[in-house]
């Protein structure tokens, strides 16, 4: 079952083409990771999914929520936008938490906002993902008292609140110190384990390699390559591909 398809996604800024033609579909409870050099459209590609960033052509479909690019911008529009935004979870590299609001309180925001749900279910609701992600013993700290690793845990908890098709990762522990990042990517590894579908944007070829179904590798607005993670980094096909994964291995 698809829960991702990007028909001929393309993304301009000025005359700098960030993406190129691209087409991708994802299935439900696939883990699909995307790799590649900075500059190469990662992080816009997931942001012209949920449209953070609107794309210059091309069709983007979500769940049963399907928009075009490059519409006029409208009631009907807004809905399908809230919808598609609703539906996805995103985690950024930067945690983008309330730093006014708790732990427990930043995860329950779009439950009461969003969804409407009565305080105290919502309240119970924070806190079973904060248990899911670790961090239970540290529903009333504030972000300001917690370490970067348990804030990007907060933030994926908040992700999940709103119950999404799909989780989408920006470099989700590029912020982080390395004795941090081990902790953001086992609760990543044990979502993918439950069936979450996700698509990662990471640097981080070891959780690639033990997690992902499937590998894209992206340079220049292209997926220049796809495969299994096994493929990919056992027997890459594309001169490009190997040259990053060389590179990467020598930093």
Do not use: W
Request: aromatic share 6%.
């Amino acid at each position: 079952m698809e829960v991702i398809k990007l028909e001929n996604i393309t993304k301009n800024f000025g005359s700098n083409e960030v993406l190129q033609q691209i087409n991708l579909t994802v299935n439900k409870s696939e883990v699909v990771v995307i790799m590649g050099p900075s500059g190469s459209g990662k992080s816009t590609l997931l942001r012209c999914m949920t449209f953070l960033e609107e794309p210059n052509s091309g069709i983007v479909r979500i769940g049963q929520t399907e928009m075009k690019a490059g519409e006029k911008m409208n009631g009907e529009r807004k809905r399908l936008i809230r919808s598609i935004r609703q539906n996805t979870g995103f985690v950024f590299q930067q945690f983008n938490l309330f730093p006014h609001k708790t732990a427990i309180e930043n995860v329950m925001e779009g439950p009461l906002i969003i969804k409407k749900m009565p305080k105290e279910k919502a309240k119970a609701f924070a806190y079973s993902l904060l248990e899911k992600v670790g961090l239970s013993d540290r529903c009333d700290h504030y972000p300001s008292q917690l370490s970067g690793g348990q804030q990007q845990r907060v933030a994926i908890a908040r992700a999940l609140s709103m119950e999404p098709m799909v989780m989408l990762y920006d470099e989700p522990t590029s912020a982080l110190d390395p004795e941090l990042v081990r902790e953001v990517l086992q609760v990543m590894k044990d979502l993918a384990k439950e069936g979450m579908t996700m698509v990662v944007v990471t640097h981080e070829m070891g959780f690639a390699r033990e997690v992902a179904d499937r590998v894209l590798f992206m340079a220049d607005g292209v997926i220049v390559e796809e495969g299994t993670s096994d493929q990919i980094f056992s027997a890459p096909k594309e001169e490009r591909t190997k040259r990053f994964l060389r590179d990467v291995k020598t930093v």
